[in-house]
């Protein structure tokens, strides 16, 4: 079970291992929040990761090597393991996990520390929703209710 905690990540370095589809959409998120980004990916398949601002990049392939993946985290407040294997994403989550460092697994609902929800934010709320990995469609259900009540709350206010 994960606990919900609001993070302050202005100014905390953010690592993203993988350069597709996922990878964009926790970076765009990341960015939203302040975190300092490095994407780690031989192959950028998702272009608009090059479009973000103040990325840095390190085009290398990682190895499914512990020695290697425990090297380049442990400078890290925060790691995404977001490749298309699912066998890396899930041995960098354990050497995360072993090195006390806060990790999302987008290839697993359980071997990862840190999730995700899904928010809705306005000047005054953010409202995460989460499902704890179980059912994505519902959270998303649920984030729509929310943002039509804030919109209705916001209407009221006017």
Same mark, same amino acid.
């Given at each position: 079970?994960?606990?919900?905690?609001?993070?302050?990540?202005?100014?905390?370095?953010?690592?993203?291992?993988?350069?597709?589809?996922?990878?964009?959409?926790? +970076?765009?998120?990341?960015?939203?929040?302040?975190?300092?980004?490095?994407?780690?990916?031989?192959?950028?398949?998702?272009?608009?990761?090059?479009?973000?601002?103040?990325?840095?990049?390190?085009?290398?392939?990682?190895?499914?090597? $512990?020695?290697?993946?425990?090297?380049?985290?442990?400078?890290?407040?925060?790691?995404? +393991?977001?490749?298309?294997?699912?066998?890396?994403?899930?041995?960098?989550?354990?050497?995360?996990?072993?090195?006390?460092?806060?990790v999302?697994?987008?290839?697993?609902?359980?071997?990862?520390?840190?999730?995700?929800?899904?928010?809705? @934010?306005?000047d005054e709320? $953010?409202? +995460?929703?989460?499902?704890?990995? @179980?059912?994505? @469609?519902?959270?998303?259900?649920?984030?729509l209710?929310?943002?039509?009540?804030?919109?209705?709350?916001?209407?009221?206010?006017?």
């Amino acid at each position: 079970m994960f606990f919900p905690l609001y993070i302050d990540l202005r100014n905390k370095e953010v690592l993203i291992v993988g350069g597709g589809k996922l990878s964009l959409r926790k +970076a765009e998120k990341l960015k939203e929040y302040g975190a300092s980004l490095t994407i780690f990916s031989k192959n950028i398949k998702e272009k608009k990761l090059n479009e973000i601002e103040d990325i840095k990049f390190i085009s290398e392939n990682l190895e499914n090597d $512990n020695e290697k993946i425990e090297e380049l985290i442990k400078q890290y407040f925060l790691i995404i +393991a977001a490749t298309d294997d699912i066998e890396l994403n899930d041995n960098i989550a354990r050497v995360c996990m072993k090195n006390n460092i806060l990790v999302n697994n987008v290839s697993s609902k359980t071997e990862m520390n840190a999730m995700f929800g899904a928010t809705v @934010k306005n000047d005054e709320f $953010n409202v +995460a929703v989460s499902t704890n990995g @179980k059912n994505c @469609k519902r959270s998303r259900a649920l984030k729509l209710k929310i943002k039509n009540l804030l919109n209705e709350i916001d209407s009221l206010s006017s």
